[in-house]
């Protein structure tokens, strides 16, 4: 091996390695944009989705809850919940219904927020959806 590195070399490491990486990030972005609209599940906004989530923001949910990992980490995740109750809106519901269950020890406990039946309904179907949203398998696991 050369014991000098002159200034060829380390012109064409220079270029070479912008050019690698140009080239790269095209490829990624190409990528991307190619298979967006495979992820587009926007069809299934329906008028109660778009309830729930006003429903969502108005209680601010997220101040205690991550939704797709943004949020706050006092209480469990809710982008899966509708898979970790079952597929069903209606243990959801029944959860938010039941609450709180104080006294166990050491275990948080979530607040009433006296929803009408159709906030219900509507919370449910935006945790349906957002659980059908493709996220690439994340999180890795049903507990959140
Ligand atoms: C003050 C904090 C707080 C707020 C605000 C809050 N939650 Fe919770 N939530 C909790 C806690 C704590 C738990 C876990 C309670 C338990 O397991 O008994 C929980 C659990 C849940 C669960 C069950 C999750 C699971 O995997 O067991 C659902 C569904 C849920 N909350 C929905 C909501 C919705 C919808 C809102 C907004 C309307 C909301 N939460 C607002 C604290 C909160």
Redesign the pocket.
């Known amino acids: 091996m050369s014991e000098i590195f002159s200034k060829s070399m380390a012109r064409n490491i220079y270029f070479g390695g912008s050019a690698f990486f140009i080239f790269l990030f095209l490829g990624l972005t190409w990528h991307t944009v190619k298979v967006l609209p495979e992820t587009d599940n926007s069809a299934a906004l329906t008028e109660e989705v778009i309830l729930g989530k006003k429903?969502?923001e108005?209680?601010?949910?997220?101040?205690?809850?991550t939704l797709l990992g943004e949020g706050?980490y006092?209480?469990?995740?809710?982008g899966n919940?509708y898979k970790?109750?079952g597929n069903s809106t209606e243990a959801?519901k029944g959860?938010?219904k039941s609450?709180?269950?104080n006294g166990?020890p050491g275990?948080?406990?979530?607040?009433q927020?006296n929803?009408s039946e159709e906030?219900l309904n509507a919370?449910?179907e935006?945790?349906k959806y957002s659980s059908e949203i493709d996220t690439s398998n994340w999180p890795p696991n049903i507990?959140?």
């Open positions: 429903v969502w108005d209680n601010n949910c997220i101040g205690c809850h706050a006092f209480a469990p995740e809710l919940v970790r109750f959801i959860f938010i609450r709180p269950v166990i275990r948080r406990s979530m607040p927020f929803l906030e919370i449910a935006f945790l507990q959140g």
